[in-house]
T-cell receptor, first 117, second 115 residues
Framework: AQKVTQAQTEISVVEKEDVTLDCVYE???????LFWYKQPPSGELVFLIR??????QNEISGRYSWNFQKSTSSFNFTITASQVVDSAVYFC??????????????FGRGTQLTVWP | DAEITQSPRHKITETGRQVTLACHQT?????MFWYRQDLGHGLRLIHY???????NKGEVSDGYSVSRSNTEDLPLTLESAASSQTSVYFC??????????????FGQGTRLTVV
């Protein structure tokens, strides 16, 4: 069974603070994929990153960075020097490989991030 | 540009009516999914399809049905709308074969209110 846990329901920070959103996952599959999506107040789901289970390299994209640790089944997301525009709900998701295809996504419940000016 | 579109974006319906939400993608993706989003629950899978004529139930499929007669469309039908089905519905699609940039693309969402 697949499961994603985002223990932080809501986080509030002041602009320019760094913030880390936690994501812990459970799966018995050896090949799987982890995702982060952003949902701004406008409601659409914006893809941020995908990480394969066989690639544990951390990734940095501008102010965003992701820390993938298989040993702790975690895929945490850090925003450096947060900005008001980062205010959104962030979802972590997991998908297992289904044969040669990408299976369905299992989502965490999301973390509401509010960045105050 | 290829895209995934949902219609309508907003709908209000009465309890007991049949409602169909449309989802259309132009990427020629094999995989299509329907999720509902509710406060405190994140996104939960309703139904999904891995190709034409293939449909599968997700964890919250009661009261919903889908059909996949072509690659581009996966309409979601609420057989007899209930107030508990008031929610935001998202359709998603992904390529059949995994490659480096595989991801799931989401539609803009449909906000459904059952009164």
């Amino acid at each position: 069974a697949q499961k994603v846990t985002q223990a932080q329901t809501e986080i509030s920070v002041v602009e320019k603070e760094d913030v880390t959103l936690d994501c812990v996952y459970e799966t018995r599959d050896t090949t799987y994929y982890l995702f982060w999506y952003k949902q701004p107040p406008s409601g659409e789901l914006v893809f941020l990153i995908r990480r394969n289970s066989f690639d544990e390299q951390n990734e940095i994209s501008g102010r965003y960075s992701w820390n993938f640790q298989k040993s702790t089944s975690s895929f945490n997301f850090t925003i450096t020097a947060s900005q008001v525009v980062d205010s959104a709900v962030y979802f972590c998701a997991l998908s297992a490989r289904r044969g040669s295809t990408l299976g369905r996504l299992y989502f965490g419940r999301g973390t509401q991030l509010t960045v105050w000016p | 540009d290829a895209e995934i579109t949902q219609s309508p974006r907003h709908k209000i319906t009465e309890t007991g009516r049949q409602v169909t939400l449309a989802c259309h993608q132009t990427w020629n993706h094999n995989n299509m999914f329907w999720y509902r989003q509710d406060l405190g629950h994140g996104l939960r899978l309703i139904h999904y399809s891995y190709g034409v004529q293939d449909t599968n139930k997700g964890e919250v499929s009661d009261g919903y049905s889908v059909s996949r007669s072509n690659t581009e469309d996966l309409p979601l039908t609420l057989e007899s709308a209930a107030s508990s089905q008031t929610s935001v519905y998202f359709c998603a699609s992904s390529k059949g074969a995994i490659h480096r940039n595989t991801e799931a693309f989401f539609g803009q969402g449909t906000r459904l209110t059952v009164v």
